[in-house]
């Protein structure tokens, strides 16, 4: 039976994305297309949507924040936040010249604190790490105006299904369904929508140095010792290699929502 890893270290997942700056981007060919994805979404459900400020939640490098700076035309401020401080600087770089002013906000956005309301908040690739999902998605919720809208992708059950297949380890991640009820508590779903999406590699090696080279490595400090490290190759060549190489699966959630009205928020803890 899998063991599950229920809560992220927050820590190492912040060491981890912070050593892949450099090679972040060029790595996450999943992660921009999740980010399309989810921009594609949005407009489709909200098309006359003018929002004039908004928070993006784990920024990373910029990749959805080019896009949301780009794609926005009536947004004059963005707010972008993520547990690694040093990708100030990358925001920084990217967003010399554009019509928003863009604040950077470092923390862990369950317990960082929010200057303010917002019309729209973004999120992709990362609220699959946070610990408290329902919690999270109520203190959005306060933190939205009125008829505000929360766009966001993370990733789904099946996310990473061959590793955790084989070391019987990986994130609790939550279903479709499980994300759509958590988030009705507080918001109408407009949107709820999954996808699977598979990448190829000549070897498991690659495939773990891609892990790296994203970040996404996060779930062990462990090191690889050379007789676990050929034993892991060894069970992954066996069970999914094909006439590409070997596959890793990226199931990727998507929910377009609008603050709900008629629905009370409990007090900030």
Same mark, same amino acid.
Request: overall charge neutral.
């Given at each position: 039976?899998?063991?599950?890893?229920?809560?992220?270290?927050?820590?190492?997942?912040?060491?981890?994305?912070?050593?892949?700056?450099?090679?972040?981007?060029?790595?996450?060919?999943?992660?921009?297309?999740?980010?399309?994805?989810?921009?594609?979404?949005?407009?489709?459900?909200?098309?006359?949507?003018?929002?004039?400020?908004?928070?993006?939640?784990?920024?990373?490098?910029?990749?959805?924040?080019?896009?949301?700076?780009?794609?926005?035309?009536?947004?004059?401020?963005?707010?972008?936040?993520?547990?690694?401080?040093?990708?100030?600087?990358? !925001?920084?770089?990217?967003?010399?010249?554009?019509?928003?002013?863009?604040?950077?906000?470092?923390?862990?956005?369950?317990?960082?604190?929010?200057?303010?309301?917002?019309?729209? !908040?973004?999120?992709?690739?990362?609220?699959?790490?946070?610990?408290?999902?329902?919690?999270?998605?109520?203190?959005?919720?306060?933190?939205?105006?009125?008829?505000?809208?929360?766009?966001?992708?993370?990733?789904?059950?099946?996310?990473?299904?061959?590793?955790?297949?084989?070391?019987?380890?990986?994130?609790?991640?939550?279903?479709?369904?499980?994300?759509?009820?958590?988030?009705?508590?507080?918001?109408?779903?407009?949107?709820?929508?999954?996808?699977?999406?598979?990448?190829?590699?000549?070897?498991?090696?690659?495939?773990?140095?891609?892990?790296?080279?994203?970040?996404?490595?996060?779930?062990?400090?462990?090191?690889?010792?050379?007789?676990?490290?050929?034993?892991?190759?060894?069970?992954?060549?066996?069970?999914?290699?094909?006439?590409?190489?070997?596959?890793?699966?990226?199931?990727?959630?998507?929910?377009?929502?609008?603050?709900?009205?008629?629905?009370?928020?409990?007090?900030?803890?």
């Amino acid at each position: 039976m899998s063991t599950f890893v229920m809560n992220a270290d927050k820590g190492l997942i912040s060491r981890r994305f912070a050593q892949a700056l450099a090679t972040y981007e060029e790595q996450a060919q999943v992660q921009a297309l999740v980010a399309d994805a989810l921009l594609a979404y949005l407009s489709e459900a909200l098309p006359a949507a003018k929002p004039q400020t908004a928070l993006e939640i784990g920024c990373c490098t910029g990749m959805l924040t080019e896009k949301i700076a780009a794609g926005l035309p009536s947004l004059a401020h963005l707010t972008v936040c993520d547990l690694v401080a040093a990708f100030q600087g990358c !925001i920084a770089s990217k967003s010399r010249g554009w019509r928003q002013q863009v604040t950077f906000l470092a923390g862990d956005i369950e317990k960082v604190v929010l200057p303010q309301r917002y019309d729209l !908040i973004l999120s992709s690739s990362t609220l699959h790490w946070v610990h408290d999902f329902p919690a999270l998605s109520c203190k959005l919720a306060r933190h939205l105006n009125e008829q505000g809208t929360l766009a966001i992708a993370l990733y789904g059950p099946d996310n990473f299904m061959e590793i955790r297949e084989i070391t019987g380890s990986g994130l609790r991640y939550h279903s479709l369904d499980e994300l759509e009820h958590i988030l009705s508590r507080h918001f109408q779903v407009h949107i709820a929508r999954e996808s699977r999406e598979q990448l190829w590699f000549a070897d498991p090696l690659a495939m773990l140095h891609h892990l790296r080279d994203t970040g996404v490595n996060a779930l062990s400090s462990r090191m690889w010792t050379r007789g676990r490290l050929a034993a892991f190759a060894a069970a992954y060549r066996e069970r999914f290699s094909g006439d590409r190489g070997v596959c890793l699966t990226y199931h990727p959630l998507f929910f377009i929502a609008t603050k709900a009205e008629d629905r009370p928020l409990p007090p900030p803890a």
